[in-house]
């Protein structure tokens, strides 16, 4: 156990930090300077509330880097997806799973204005109290509810519908990657919803479309080609069943018949028993975390 009382707050922080900026490696960077910040204040007395002082300290902190972020994604080449937290889809990691953001959930709070986002990780799913969260954004808590306020509509209004237990997602998923790979468009249609939308994140390195997919047709007929027709084009690819962000998901390994590496991770929401988002992550900067896993 660790005795630093920063190192016990530091998994909390984390999650505050991803929730807000949807990458781990900028998660990591704003603690790490909440750390240097706690050093620096502790040595002037200024922490009396250790967990609270923290997290609001993280939260201006992740405000500067959603706002620097954002021009940074404005010029993003093709779609952008959150970097994705994968572990092992076993019973023991399961137990886990509920305390994950789920990946849908961060594709729609990219959408939010870094006030808005702010106010609503830190009051919705932290419980800081509003005047708090007013004195991060260094506004009235009048401005800082109206900021959560609007933050909540846009998620209801923009997030993919996604209503299935775990167990749900896995069949559907699976029953979505076989129909996939033996091109079966009937059976492709039989489980997506009429509004499916499917969005890939390449970077700009690898090749992922540059606007989402919209529509049962379009989707079915996108990854028939891909984890169909495309197959002929790899080898040596193994598809491992494994958790993303606590959802349904697979971690896809193997290389190109040229000689380049494949590695994707691909996750679906899933609502009465038909996929309604197909995220798949391509970006390998944003998967280093996974490369490695044996």
Not at 236 to 250: I, M
Request: charged content about 25%.
């Amino acid at each position: 156990m660790p005795s630093d009382p920063f190192e016990v707050e530091r998994p909390h922080l984390l999650a505050v930090a991803y929730r807000m900026l949807g990458s781990r490696a900028e998660a990591e960077d704003a603690v790490q300077e909440a750390w240097l910040r706690y050093h620096k204040a502790q040595a002037g007395g200024e922490i009396h509330d250790l967990r609270g002082w923290l997290t609001t300290v993280t939260g201006r902190i992740c405000l500067d880097i959603l706002k620097s972020a954002r021009v940074r994604r404005e010029a993003y080449p093709g779609q952008w997806l959150p970097e994705p937290v994968v572990t092992s889809d076993d019973p023991a990691e399961r137990v886990t799973q509920r305390q994950e953001v789920s990946l849908a959930l961060l594709v729609v709070l990219e959408k939010l204005t870094p006030e808005q986002r702010v106010a609503v990780v830190l009051h919705d799913a932290f419980a800081v109290p509003f005047d708090e969260v007013a004195a991060v954004l260094n506004t009235t808590v009048s401005a800082a509810r109206q900021h959560a306020s609007r933050g909540r509509r846009a998620i209801s209004e923009g997030q993919a519908r996604h209503t299935a237990d775990l167990p749900e997602q896995r069949k559907v998923l699976d029953a979505f990657l076989a129909a996939a790979a033996s091109g079966d468009l009937q059976a492709l249609a039989a489980v997506l919803a009429p509004e499916v939308v499917a969005i890939g994140d390449g970077g700009g390195v690898v090749s992922a479309g540059r606007n989402p997919i919209f529509g049962l047709d379009k989707v079915a007929r996108f990854y028939a080609g891909v984890l169909g027709r495309g197959a002929e084009q790899t080898r040596d690819v193994t598809v491992e069943p494994v958790l993303v962000n606590g959802g349904a998901g697979v971690l896809v390994r193997g290389e190109y018949r040229d000689g380049r590496p494949l590695l994707f991770v691909l996750t679906v929401t899933v609502a009465d028993g038909r996929i309604t988002a197909v995220y798949n992550q391509l970006n390998p900067a944003k998967l280093r975390s996974v490369g490695d896993r044996g």
